[in-house]
C-alpha cells in the first residue's frame, strides 16, 4: 500500500476526526486545579478507550496526582515512543472568552477555520493528530508501520510532579529507539519546525506577611509595614536598567550561543516585528544586546506570572494589607540547576526583608532545559517528510517553551526526542479564545503519516 492510500483517507476521514476531538476538549481536563481532578481522571479513561478502539493495548496508570496512558504496539522496526499531554491550562479570566472553553466548536475566521477551545492547541489537537494518523494507517493497512509505545500525561501544565517517579518506575516499559513528542509549533506559523532546544522553568511563590490582619490605611499608614510596598520593591530589583536579571549566580550555567546554531538563527529571518506586533507591542524587552530569538530560545527570564495583594473588588477601599504574595517563574536556558536557582532566589529575597516582614513559599516545580541531538536518522527522515507535506523545507530552531518530559527522557531513559509540531504563534495557547488550525489539524495528522512512512 501506497503512503497516498493513507493520506487519502486522513483527508476522507477529516470530519469525524475533528468531531473526536471536540469530544476530548468536551472533558475540562485542568490538571492544576484539584477541583477538576475526576475531570483528567475522564479524560485519561477517554484516551483509553480511544486507543482501545484502535485496537491498541492501553491502559489509565494511576499516580498521586493525574493518571498517565500508556499503550503498546508491537512490532518490527524502529520501536518509537509517542508523548502527549492531556491537560490544560485554566481558563480564567473567563469573561475573555468569546464562548465556553469547554463547548469547542469550529470557527471561520478570516484567516480559515479554527477549532475553538481550550486544549484544542496545547495539547490536545496535537495529541491527535498523531493518534488518527495511526487510525488512518490501521485502516489502510490493516496493522502499524512499526512498534509504537503511547504515552500520555495529565500533569504537564501544572509542572509533572508525578513524571520523574514515574519514570524511574517503568523504564524498561517506556525505553524505545527515540521518542516523538507533539507539543511544539510551527515556526513563523508557516515553517515547520524541529525544535532542538527546550528552556527549562523554576516556579516560585512568595508570600509576604506584615500585620497580622488588614488595617485601616489611614489609622496604620506610615507607621505600618505595608508587605505589598516590600514585595513590589524586590520584584523591582529582580532586573537592572540592561534588563539583566539581578539575583547572585542567576547566569551560572548560561552558555554563550554557538556559532553555527547562531548562523542557523540568523539564516530564519525572524520577522520580530510583526511576532511582536501580532500581540500589541512592537519592541523586544530582554537583555540589551541579544537578538529576539536569543531572548526567546537561549537567554533565561524571569517573570512574574501574578501579583496578589490587598483590595481588588470593585471601587475603593483603603486598605493596607496583611499580605501581598508574587508567581514568578524562571524560564533555564544550557546547564542552569532549577535548584540552585530557587535557593539563591531565596537568599536574595530574605536579604532585602525589613522588620516585621516574614516571608513564605510554595515550589511550582522545577526542571532543566534540554538540548536535543540531532543525529538519529529520523531527523533527517522527518525533515524530508516535512518538508514535502508543507511544501518549506523544515527548520532546526529553538523553544522559549518548557517540556520538562523531553530531558527526562534523555537523562533518566537514556532516549533522544524529536519535537514536532503543528501549533501556529496566533493560537493563543494558555490564554483566552484558544484556538487551533483545522489546517494545523488536518496537515499535522498528514505529517504524522509522512513521518511513519519515512521511518518505520
Ligand atoms: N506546549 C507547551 C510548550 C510550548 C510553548 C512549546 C510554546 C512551544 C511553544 C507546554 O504545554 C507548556 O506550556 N508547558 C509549560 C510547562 C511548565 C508548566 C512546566 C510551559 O512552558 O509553561
Ligand atoms: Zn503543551
Known amino acids: 500500500m501506497t503512503l497516498d492510500a493513507t493520506l487519502a483517507r486522513i483527508d476522507a476521514g477529516l470530519p469525524a476526526a475533528i468531531e473526536r476531538l471536540l469530544e476530548l476538549l468536551r472533558i475540562p481536563s485542568i490538571s492544576t ?5 475526576a475531570e483528567c481522571d475522564r479524560a485519561a479513561d477517554w484516551l483509553v478507550a480511544d486507543l ?16 498517565m496512558v500508556v499503550g ?51 495539547d490536545k489537537g496535537q495529541l491527535m493528530t498523531f493518534v488518527e494518523a495511526c487510525r488512518a494507517w490501521k485502516e489502510v493497512h490493516g496493522t502499524l508501520p512499526c512498534r509504537i509505545t503511547f504515552f500520555f500525561e ?18 524498561d516499559e517506556l525505553k524505545a529507539d527515540i521518542a516523538l513528542i507533539c507539543d511544539t509549533g510551527l515556526f513563523e506559523s508557516r515553517v515547520p519546525a524541529i525544535m532542538t532546544q527546550l528552556r527549562g522553568l523554576c516556579g516560585e511563590e512568595i508570600i509576604l506577611t506584615g500585620p497580622d490582619k488588614d488595617l485601616h490605611s489611614g489609622m496604620y499608614g506610615g507607621a505600618a509595614i505595608n508587605p505589598a510596598r516590600v514585595l513590589t ?16 549566580h542567576f547566569y551560572d550555567g548560561v552558555p554563550d550561543l554557538p556559532e553555527d546554531i547562531a548562523a542557523q538563527w540568523q539564516a530564519l529571518n525572524f520577522d520580530h516585528g510583526s511576532f511582536l506586533g501580532d500581540v500589541g507591542l512592537s519592541t523586544p524587552a530582554g537583555e540589551q544586546g541579544r537578538t529576539p530569538l536569543e531572548m526567546l530560545w537561549s537567554q533565561p527570564t524571569a517573570e512574574i506570572n501574578g501579583i496578589i495583594g490587598g483590595y481588588t473588588g470593585d471601587g475603593f477601599k483603603t486598605v493596607l494589607p496583611s499580605q501581598a504574595s508574587a508567581k514568578v517563574s524562571f524560564r533555564l536556558v ?56 508543507w511544501g518549506h523545507e523544515a527548520a532546526f530552531t529553538g523553544c522559549g517553551g518548557s517540556i520538562p518530559v523531553a530531558g527526562y527522557f534523555k537523562s533518566i531513559l537514556g532516549m533522544d526526542t524529536m519535537l514536532v509540531g503543528w501549533a501556529k504563534d496566533d493560537d493563543q495557547i494558555h490564554s483566552p479564545n484558544e484556538k487551533y488550525d483545522v489546517e494545523s489539524f488536518h496537515k499535522g495528522i498528514r505529517s504524522w503519516a ?5 521511518i518505520r
Not at 154 to 171: D, I, Q, T, W
Open 33 to 37: 486545579d484539584p477541583a477538576y481532578a
Open 52 to 67: 482501545n478502539a484502535l485496537g491498541i493495548e492501553a491502559e489509565k496508570r494511576k499516580t498521586p496526582k493525574h493518571p
Open 72 to 122: 503498546h504496539v508491537p512490532g518490527d522496526g524502529p520501536h518509537i515512543l509517542f508523548y502527549g499531554h492531556y491537560d490544560v491550562q485554566p481558563v480564567d479570566p473567563l469573561t475573555l472568552w468569546d464562548r465556553d472553553p469547554f463547548d469547542p466548536a469550529i470557527e471561520d475566521t478570516a484567516k480559515g477555520k479554527v477549532i475553538r477551545g481550550r486544549g484544542s492547541s496545547d
Open 154 to 171: 495529565g500533569e504537564e501544565e501544572s509542572g509533572s510532579p508525578s513524571l520523574v517517579p514515574f519514570l524511574e518506575a517503568n523504564k
Open 233 to 248: 520593591r524586590i520584584l523591582g530589583n529582580l532586573f537592572d536598567d540592561t534588563g539583566r536579571i539581578q539575583i547572585p
Open 334 to 389: 544550557g546547564s542552569q540547576d532549577p535548584h540552585a536557582i530557587r535557593k539563591n532566589f531565596r537568599a536574595w529575597v530574605e536579604a532585602q526583608l525589613p522588620d516585621d516582614i516574614k516571608v513564605s513559599y510554595v515550589e511550582h516545580g522545577a526542571s532543566p532545559a534540554s538540548q536535543m541531538a540531532t543525529d538519529h536518522p529520523a531527523f533527517e527522515q522527518a525533515r524530508a517528510a516535512l518538508g514535502a507535506e
Open 450 to 454: 509522512r513521518i511513519l512512512d519515512a
